[in-house]
């Protein structure tokens, strides 16, 4: 039979530690769930639309998710910035587009207006629409 020596790295025992090296970080956590994700940042879109604060949403989450995984202020934040993007997303839109459908109603609304002879709301739409578009129509 042949003896490891003490040093000996070939020993299957235990393997070598680097001086300062971490320990391996346990991975049997809890983690949050895409449709749990999902969920909590549609709740906090909901939240900031009605004009809630970080500390306000802060709050939120501990009461409503206490004990659950993601409950750390770090998470919280990351739902918060999922939660925004999910917003400007919603408000992106091209400036193209967004003039044509202002036209759109604008036209709507002239048209409506035609048909029950107000005029003075037909020549403010006209004038708006000008403006829009950039005929050069300027307000007094």
Sequence with gaps: ??????????SPKEPRKRPGSRPPVPTSR???TAIVMGQRVHTFVRLLLRGATRSELQTYARVHWLGEP???ARHIDTII???KAVIYKD??????QFAA???GQLG????EARAQQNLSTVLGCYNTMARIVGLGVQQK
């Design 1 to 10: 039979m042949i003896k490891a020596k003490v040093g000996d790295r070939s």
């Design 30 to 32: 809890p983690k949050v």
């Design 70 to 72: 993601g409950t750390s």
């Design 81 to 83: 910035g999922k939660a």
């Design 91 to 96: 408000w992106d839109q091209q400036r193209e």
């Design 101 to 103: 459908e202002l036209l």
């Design 108 to 111: 709507q609304l002239a048209k």
